[in-house]
Nanobody
Framework: QVQLVESGGGLVQAGGSLRLSCVPSGNTFRLNAIGWYRQAPGKQRELVASIGSGLRTDYAESVKGRFTIFRDNAKNTVYLQMNSLKPEDTGVYYC?????????????WGQGTQVTVSS
């Protein structure tokens, strides 16, 4: 089992910044990738950014150049730095961990943290 604890959401004006944190614990030795997804009201959950075990990063087109995902191994924390926030970035942000198994991968999710960007 893997547990993910998120923090850092909140209310910010357009153009502002927020930093989200995700701390994984439990059986993380087969961690393939960890990332952030978001879900806006009435929309499907979508990938925002992810970072693999080899530090490869992937971003949604809508956040490229504004968001940065990085990890601090000393603190066992993955961060999502969000700059130049827009109202369309509003949603619940979920940390996700992909763990390798004998037959594929398992997904684990955090509880979610609300990000609200006002215009």
């Amino acid at each position: 089992q893997v547990q993910l604890v998120e923090s850092g959401g909140g209310l910010v004006q357009a153009g502002g910044s927020l930093r989200l944190s995700c701390v994984p614990s439990g059986n993380t030795f087969r961690l393939n990738a960890i990332g952030w997804y978001r879900q806006a009201p009435g929309k499907q959950r979508e990938l925002v950014a992810s970072i693999g075990s080899g530090l490869r990063t992937d971003y949604a087109e809508s956040v490229k150049g504004r968001f940065t995902i990085f990890r601090d191994n000393a603190k066992n924390t993955v961060y999502l730095q969000m700059n130049s926030l827009k109202p369309e970035d509003t949603g619940v942000y979920y940390c996700n961990a992909k763990i390798a198994t004998m037959i594929g991968r398992d997904d684990y999710w955090g509880q979610g943290t609300q990000v609200t960007v006002s215009s």
